[in-house]
């Protein structure tokens, strides 16, 4: 399974960014699908995630200001991201799960002051 992300870019405070990630290859059945992101010299941490049937759950930072979503026929997750801070700066990286996790390339988001 292969996972290419888009959408990053450059965005002004209170801006907002759709990022998109479409899983390819040999996908049987995905289960969960999300996002994440990293700063350099932190941990990875969770943005948000889908599971197949719909739950979501979503990082306390990012609540009320990003939405995930999923279109299941096209093995896509999008995230929404509104309202956005400096401090959501980072790379954001999807990963999907089926039996093992895939991760995609990241894709950079840059939020100025």
């Known amino acids: 399974v292969q996972l290419q992300a888009f959408g990053g870019g450059l965005v002004q405070a209170g801006g907002s960014l759709r990022l998109s990630c479409a899983a390819s290859?040999?996908?049987?059945?995905?289960?969960?699908m999300g996002w994440y992101r990293q700063v350099p010299g932190k941990q990875r941490e969770m943005v948000a995630v889908?599971?197949?049937?719909?739950?979501?759950k979503y990082a306390d930072s990012v609540k009320g200001r990003f939405t995930i979503s999923r279109e299941r026929a096209k093995n896509t997750v999008f995230l929404q991201m509104n309202s956005l801070k400096p401090e959501d700066t980072a790379v954001y990286y999807c990963?999907?799960?089926?039996?093992?996790?895939?991760w995609g390339q990241g894709t950079l988001v840059t939020v100025s002051s």
């Open positions: 889908m599971w197949s049937g719909g739950l979501t």
């Open positions: 990963k999907a799960q089926q039996g093992h996790e895939y």
């Open positions: 290859g040999r996908i049987s059945s995905i289960g969960i």
